[in-house]
């Protein structure tokens, strides 16, 4: 069965430093994975996928199968990086069951 | 840019009701969804739908739940005989190549 886990429920990080946002999943076939993001009073929005290897507003994020883990990064934060982040996975090829972690409130100090 | 929208931003219904929730999804999407958020909870997935029929559902969605496309834009989600713990924030989407577009959500508050 497919499974995210995002094992910080809040993280605290002051401006300019850097933000790791964790994730691991568990799934034997060929996962993709993704990462949402949540800002205030807005809805969900996609923020990255792996296969896309972007970086999106300075934040990066690398499929390591060895360990199961597809981490968010950002080596200096920014006060508007404050959201909800969900990371998500599903199913290479298959748009029909896209499955969320529990989320991670990041919350950037002045 | 094109958005999903929901109606309504709030419902309230008392236990054993049926409630419709409703969704506009991206027009030229394929696949659209219906996902749920319990306070406090993680962002649940209820059902996929494709070509017109249910491609894939969770344990979650029985057979209280049903979904529609009643027309070339709406998508709905039926909860038959509303329970407490139906209250939530339920989330539509649809998808581009795996890229899901939220709509704002319909809380449902059961009481």
């Known amino acids: 069965a497919q499974r995210v886990t995002q094992p910080e429920k809040l993280l605290s990080v002051f401006k300019g430093a850097p933000v790791e946002l964790k994730c691991n999943y568990s799934?034997?076939?060929?996962?993709?994975l993704f990462w949402y993001v949540q800002y205030s009073r807005q809805r969900l929005q996609l923020l990255l996928r792996h296969i896309s290897r972007e970086s999106i507003k300075g934040f990066t994020a690398d499929l390591n199968k060895g360990e199961t883990s597809f981490h968010l990064k950002k080596p200096f934060a920014q006060e508007e990086d404050s959201a909800m982040y969900y990371c998500?996975?599903?199913?290479?090829?298959?748009?029909?069951?896209?499955?969320f972690g529990k989320g991670t409130r990041l919350h950037i100090l002045p | 840019e094109p958005e999903v929208t929901q109606t309504p931003s709030h419902q309230v219904t008392q236990m054993g009701q049926e409630v419709i929730l409703r969704c506009v999804p991206i027009s030229n999407h394929l696949y659209f969804y219906w996902y749920r958020q319990i306070l406090g909870q993680k962002v649940e997935f209820l059902v996929s739908?494709?070509?017109?029929?249910?491609?894939?559902k969770s344990e979650i969605f029985d057979d209280q739940f049903s979904v529609e496309r009643p027309d070339g834009s709406n998508f709905t989600l039926k909860i038959r005989s509303t329970k407490l713990e139906d209250s939530a924030m339920y989330f539509c989407?649809?998808?581009?190549?795996?890229?899901?577009?939220f709509g704002n959500g319909t809380r449902l508050t059961v009481t």
């Open positions: 739908f494709y070509n017109n029929e249910i491609s894939e």
């Open positions: 989407a649809s998808s581009e190549q795996q890229s899901l577009h």
């Open positions: 998500a996975l599903s199913v290479w090829g298959r748009d029909d069951k896209i499955i």
């Open positions: 799934y034997s076939g060929s996962p993709e």
